[in-house]
């Protein structure tokens, strides 16, 4: 099965500085990936989707490469803002619509 | 808010008991998809519902089973229900076309004592 590895540990940056955050993934290439912010308690909220074909993607802030060659996705989120805190998830597809497999999430604590 | 309603948000039942989670998708769409997160981890893929039929399923036993109803709602069905099921019970709601995104509920946080 598809095996995906986010750091598992927080990552602590100061306010306005750019947050990068990592998603590895072993195994088949997924025809897309997407990244989804979760805050505690709540269901996560997609943020953005980025196809195999394509390098990078970008929304306001937010900034996603893909590198199938690497099996690798980046996560940029520039001027970071306290309200930015909150879990990253990273999702691949299986292989249909819609059905994926989540990293763990990398907890993103911002500092004022 | 998503659209994606889900109920209850809490629930506490007794080991062997049967529990039945319900979820309303987003209007528009008719592929339901119900995953399970245990604290600190990634959502995990139970199955996925397109028009009234599974499509697809993770790996999970077959105690943990499904519906979807005309209207595109759903349940989640868990019998037997052991310590390890406590978790966050997430649908998502998606429109079955390839590469859209997915819209999830808040969540029933299901407890196992």
């Known amino acids: 099965s598809q095996k995906i590895e986010q750091n598992s540990e927080a990552l602590n940056i100061q306010e306005g500085k750019t947050a990068t955050l990592t998603c590895n993934y072993t195994?088949?290439?997924?025809?897309?990936l997407q990244w989804y912010r979760q805050d505690p308690g709540r269901g996560p909220v997609f943020l953005l989707l980025?196809?195999?074909?394509?390098k990078e993607k970008r929304k306001e802030r937010l900034k996603v490469t893909f590198d199938t060659t690497l099996k690798q996705s980046l996560f940029h989120i520039t001027a970071s803002q306290p309200a930015d805190s909150a879990t990253y998830l990273c999702?691949?597809?299986?292989?249909?619509?819609?059905?994926?497999?989540f990293g763990s999430g990398t907890k993103l604590n911002v500092k004022p | 808010e998503t659209g994606v309603t889900q109920s209850p948000t809490h629930l506490i039942k007794t080991r062997g008991q049967q529990v039945t989670l319900r979820c309303s998708s987003q209007?528009?769409?008719?592929?339901v998809s119900w995953y399970q997160q245990a604290l600190g981890q990634g959502p995990q893929f139970i199955f996925q519902?397109?028009?009234?039929?599974?499509?697809g399923r993770g790996n999970f036993p077959p105690r943990f089973s499904g519906l979807q109803f005309p209207n595109y709602s759903s349940e989640l069905n868990v019998n037997a229900l052991e310590l390890d099921d406590s978790a966050l019970y997430l649908c998502?709601?998606?429109?079955?076309?390839?590469?859209?995104?997915?819209?999830f509920g808040q969540g029933t946080r299901l407890t196992v004592v």
């Open positions: 998502a709601s998606s429109s079955g076309t390839l590469n859209t995104e997915a819209f």
């Open positions: 195994n088949y290439s997924p025809a897309y």
């Open positions: 980025i196809r195999e074909n394509e």
């Open positions: 999702a691949l597809d299986m292989g249909g619509f819609n059905k994926f497999y």
């Open positions: 209007s528009g769409h008719n592929t």
């Open positions: 519902y397109y028009r009234e039929e599974e499509n």
